[in-house]
DNA sequence: TTTCTTACA
DNA sequence: TGTAAGTA
């Protein structure tokens, strides 16, 4: 299908689309016309790609991780060697939280001087 | 009308 | 990421 068409059914914008592919996320064949020509199966890795940003991964990280996940569920293939890569990720996961909870100190440092006064 | 590439904000 | 330009 036409990209435009994959945009409307997924959600992502025809842009992301296309920078999926320039980082080698995807990789659709083209028309004649030299059109991009998405089949099922990138429609599938895209269902991946959007369950990995929802994990928190970049596009590099998912590149490596692509490989690894069946389907549109948690499903991993034994790829041992990328455990290491979901450390990684949960550690970075961590510091964001970390980093949050600093602001979230912040805010509540402000509503407690606008009590006070 | 839709898509393509390149480039700027 | 969105948008503009000039095409096919």
Request: charged share 25%; net charge neutral.
């Amino acid at each position: 299908m036409k990209i435009g068409e994959l945009s409307k059914i997924s959600g992502v914008s025809v842009r992301m689309l296309r920078y999926y592919e320039e980082q080698g996320l995807l990789q659709p064949s083209r028309t004649a016309a030299g059109y991009r020509d998405f089949n099922q199966q990138e429609i599938r890795t895209l269902e991946r790609i959007k369950l990995l940003s929802a994990a928190g991964m970049n596009l590099n990280t998912i590149l490596e991780f692509l490989p690894c996940v069946r389907g549109n569920a948690l499903v991993f293939e034994p790829c041992d060697e990328l455990i290491e890569l979901l450390h990684a990720q949960i550690k970075q996961v961590d510091k964001k939280a970390a980093e949050l909870a600093a602001s979230r100190r912040v805010l509540m440092g402000f509503l407690d001087e606008i009590d006070g006064s």
